[in-house]
T-cell receptor, first 111, second 115 residues
Framework: DSGVTQTPKHLITATGQRVTLRCSPR?????VYWYQQSLDQGLQFLIQ???????AKGNILERFSAQQFPDLHSELNLSSLELGDSALYFC??????????FGNGTRLTVT | DAKTTQPNSMESNEEEPVHLPCNHS???????IHWYRQLPSQGPEYVIH???SNVNNRMASLAIAEDRKSSTLILHRATLRDAAVYYC????????????????FGTGTRLKVLA
């Protein structure tokens, strides 16, 4: 158990809809990272938050947004969903000098 | 961001050592070398990391070239449970209080372990 909790585990929705993925980091970790992994693809870095502030951005679409709350949990919002957004979305957390710890991901299916 | 290059796939026989290479010719002096692996249907997990010297832990060993432009992850005795995608990534060691570390994953090396 990595200590990182992601909910829900599975999500099925229709094109055009909006969904919210949730991540609770390991206790004490201030950084949260979001990644997207499409079928048989590598991990695409989306965005990083540190103690509530956005710190780094990757290939995140404008339809996607994220935030980290005062209790350090984070949410990834995906809107105007397209079929190509179907993927595994991973959240990871890290402390100042610790490696990344990943959750088990949310599998999003857009139909 | 400095990039890493890994072979797409490798095979190993069970109980034999496996050497997984990674090239990072544009590494900077402040980059740590991190290795993660992703088992089927799971999130990636941390394996090992190092800066300049070789490192050992219960999972693996990391051999870093003297010029730091390449590294090798060594699994001393591969088991079927080691079949996974292995990622080599670089993490800037600067700014421990800033919290700004980009972890850019490539496509990794898919390791197949043969019984």
């Amino acid at each position: 158990d990595s200590g990182v909790t992601q909910t829900p585990k599975h999500l099925i929705t229709a094109t055009g809809q909006r969904v919210t993925l949730r991540c609770s980091p390991r206790s004490g970790d201030l950084s949260v990272y979001w990644y997207q992994q499409s079928l048989d693809q590598g991990l695409q870095f989306l965005i990083q938050y540190y103690n509530g502030e956005e710190r780094a951005k990757g290939n995140i679409l404008e339809r996607f947004s994220a935030q980290q709350f005062p209790d350090l949990h984070s949410e990834l919002n995906l809107s105007s969903l397209e079929l190509g957004d179907s993927a595994l979305y991973f959240c990871a957390s890290a402390g100042a000098n610790s490696p990344l710890h990943f959750g088990n991901g949310t599998r999003l299916t857009v139909t | 961001d400095a990039k890493t290059t890994q072979p797409n796939s490798m095979e190993s026989n069970e109980e034999e050592p496996v050497h997984l290479p990674c090239n990072h010719s544009t590494i900077s002096g402040t980059d740590y070398i991190h290795w993660y692996r992703q088992l089927p249907s799971q999130g990636p997990e941390y394996v090992i990391h190092g800066l300049t010297s070789n490192v050992n832990n219960r999972m693996a060993s990391l051999a870093i070239a003297e010029d730091r432009k390449s590294s090798t992850l060594i699994l001393h005795r591969a088991t079927l449970r080691d079949a996974a995608v292995y990622y080599c990534i670089l993490r800037d060691v600067r700014g421990p209080t800033s919290g700004t570390y980009k972890y850019i994953f490539g496509t990794g090396t898919r390791l197949k372990v043969l019984a």
